[in-house]
């Protein structure tokens, strides 16, 4: 088998990576990337062609570090990404839909997902890459961007805890209806990928099945700089 990005994401543990989805929520993607793909994309942040729309998170009281959103076409890693990781995720969301007692289904193939996105008027490509520097963070939040939104979202971190950069752990909570939230922490390796919820996940409750609110965010930066690729399924408006 070749060594493409298709056939490395094909080759992860997807029963294990689902049952993790499933028990706590979210699932890491060990070293998804190479070092030479993750320093394609870092390079690629400062070619202003590549974007649609730069974001100072400052100026929305987002957090403090500066995010770019690609436009179509999309870089072939990042296109790559995006379409092959939703077929695998595209049955989880609806096996949590019907959970939740969800009607609609997603379509197995990305197109016809986005197809869908269009029709809607969520038109904008929505994946993105992150630059934080020292005392940089990003505030606990969600990436809704329009009514139709899928229920998963990935990200990759570029660049490497500890060598280039110090803090800047990957942060998640859990909301359960009337209760308080649970956090938690995540660090990843240079060029691992997670997978976690964009708003809600299903926990098994006395009675059936209810949601609980995800947020994420990322701690503070205390040294260097860390670069983040987020893959979003669903266009925006
Ligand atoms: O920089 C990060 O790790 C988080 C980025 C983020 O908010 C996202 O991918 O949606
Ligand atoms: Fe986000």
Partial sequence: MSDTLANRIDAQSW??????????????????????ECQELITGYSADSLFRKTIQMERYRFGSGEYRYYQAPLPPLVQQ???SLYPRLAPVANHWGQLLGHT????????????????HGQTRPTPLILKYEAGGYNC??????????????????????????SGGEFLL?????????????????QGAGLIFPTSYRPVAGTRGYYKTTMRHGVSTITTGTRYSLGIIFHDAT
Avoid at 106 to 117: I, V
Avoid at 141 to 153: A, I, N, R, S, V
Wanted: aromatic share 10%; hydrophobic share 40%; charged share 25%.
């Fill in 15 to 36: 029963e294990q990576i689902v049952h993790e989805l499933d028990a706590q929520g979210y699932a890491t993607l060990p070293c998804l990337l190479k070092e030479e």
């Fill in 173 to 189: 909570t859990e909301q359960r209806p009337r209760a308080q939230s649970r956090g938690h922490v995540i660090t990843l390796e």
């Fill in 140 to 165: 606990l939040h969600q990436d809704m961007y329009g009514e139709l939104f899928f229920p998963f979202q990935v990200v990759f971190v570029l660049n490497q805890q500890e060598k280039d950069f």
């Fill in 104 to 119: 609609a289904a997603f379509p197995a193939a990305l197109t016809d997902f986005l197809d869908h996105c269009h029709q």
């Fill in 81 to 83: 990404l995006r379409a």
